[in-house]
C-alpha cells in the first residue's frame, strides 16, 4: 500500500496568495512539540494536576483526624469595684487544653479521602488525554487546510496558464469570446477560493497556538499525513473488553463507591463518641498579689455523646441516613446506564472507522480516474478534439477529488484517535494493538 506523506510550508503559500513582503523563515511545530507545548500551558489541565494534587495530599494526610485538638489562653484581668469603693486589683491566667473525639465514622472518612484522591487522580488522566486527542486532531486538520491551500494554488496557477493562453488564441481569432471569458471567468473565482481558504487557516492556527498555550505568531506546522489502517476485531469483542477500562465508567465506579461509603458513614454516626480531654490552669490564687505564687490545677474528663435524635423516626437525622442509603441505589442505576452508553459509543466509533475506510477507498479511486481523465483531456484540448469547457470540467473534478481524498484522510485519523479516546487507550497503544498498515 501506498504511503501518503505531506509535508507542510504554509508560509510560502500564504504568503505568495497575499503578495506579502518577504518574512524570515518561522519556527518549524511538530505534533511532538505541540503536544509538550499543550500538556505544560493548558490552563484546564494545570487546574487539573492541581487539583489532583491537593486530593493526594488529603488522603496522605488522612491519619491527622486522629490527632487531638490543643489550645491555650494567656489572660490579664482588671478589676475595679465600684459599691462600695475600693482599690482595683489585677490578676492573671493561663491554661492550656487538649481534647480528642474518636468516632466509629473516622475510618470510613479517610477512606472516602482515599477515593476522592483516585477520582481527581482519574479526572487529571482523563483531561490529558482528552488534551491529547484534540491537540493531535486539530493538528493533522491544520496539515490539511494547508494541503488544501497548496491544492487551490495550484489550480488557481493552472487556471491563470489557460487563461493567458485562451486569451492569447482569442486575440488571434483561434478561439470565441466565450471561451475566452469563460476562461477568466475560472480564474478569477479561483482567488477568492484560495483567499478564503487561507484566512480560515489563519484562524484555525490561531486558535491551535491558543489551545497549546502559546502566542501567536510566524509558526511554520511540519509533519506528516500518515494515514494507519485498523484491523479491528468484532464490536462485541472491543465492548467487552475496553468498555469498563473508558473514564466515564471508572469515575461512575468511583461515585459509587463513595456513595456507598457516605451511606455506611452516615449509619455509622449513629453511633456514640467518646472524647477525652484534659485541661491545666494557673494563675494567683483568690486574693493573692498580682506576682504572688501562682497555684495550678489540671482536669481531666471523659465523656460519651449518644446521638438520640438520630434514632428518632422522621427526625432530620434519620432522613438524611435514609436518603444517603437512597442516593447509593440510584448512582449504581447510573452506573448501569453509564455502562450502555459508553458500549454504544464504542459501537459508533468502531463503524465510523469502517464507513471512512470505506471511503478512502474510494476517494482514492476516484482521484486515479479524475486525474487520468484530465490527462486525457488535455491531449485532447491539445489537439482540437476537447472543448475548454470539457477541460475546465475535468480539472474540476480532478480539484474536487484531491480535496475529497485529503479531508477523508484526515477523518480517518480523528476517528482513530476517537476510537482510541472511546476505548480508554493512548493512540500508540491502538496502532500497537490494531495497526494494519500504512496507505
Known sequence: ?????????????????????????????????????????????????????????????????????????????NTQPMQPAGDPTNSWSAGGSISLQLSAAIPGDIKL????????EEAYDNTRRTLVTEVSTSFYSLLAENMNLEILQNDRDLKKQQYEQTNKNYQSGLVSELEMLNAMYAYQIAGPALNDAAVKYEQSRAAFLLLIGLDTGAVEFAGLIDVKLLDLPPVGELIARYRDNRYDVRAQVL???????????????????????????????????????PV????????????????????????????LKENAVQTESSLDTVRKNAAQDIQKKADEIERI????????????ITSRAYELSEQGYRGGLVSQTDLQNANKNMVSAKQTLLNTNTSYLAAVYNLAAALGLDIAEVYTLYAEGSI
Request: net charge positive; proline share 5%; aromatic share 6%.
Open 113 to 120: 479521602l482515599a477515593y476522592k484522591a483516585l477520582a481527581a
Open 255 to 293: 461515585v459509587l463507591e463513595q456513595a456507598k461509603l457516605n451511606a455506611q458513614i452516615g449509619s455509622v454516626n449513629r453511633a456514640p463518641s467518646i472524647t477525652f480531654s484534659e485541661s491545666l490552669s494557673l494563675g494567683p490564687s483568690q486574693n493573692a498579689e498580682f506576682f504572688d505564687d
Open 357 to 368: 475506510r470505506e471511503n478512502l477507498e474510494s476517494a482514492a479511486l476516484n482521484l486515479r
Open 296 to 323: 495550678s490545677s489540671g482536669k481531666f474528663s471523659l465523656s460519651v455523646s449518644i446521638p438520640i435524635s438520630s434514632w428518632i423516626p422522621c427526625s432530620p437525622q434519620s432522613l438524611s441516613v435514609k436518603t
Open 1 to 77: 500500500m501506498k504511503r501518503i506523506a505531506i509535508r507542510i510550508t504554509f508560509f510560502l503559500v500564504f504568503c505568495s496568495v497575499l503578495a506579502a513582503e518577504p518574512v524570515e523563515p518561522p519556527a518549524s511545530l511538530t505534533l511532538e512539540e505541540a503536544l509538550d507545548a499543550a500538556l505544560k500551558n493548558n490552563a484546564d489541565l494545570q487546574k487539573s494536576r492541581l487539583t489532583a494534587h491537593q486530593s493526594l495530599r488529603e488522603k496522605n494526610n488522612g491519619w491527622n483526624k486522629f490527632l487531638p485538638s490543643v489550645s491555650a489562653s494567656l489572660g490579664i484581668t
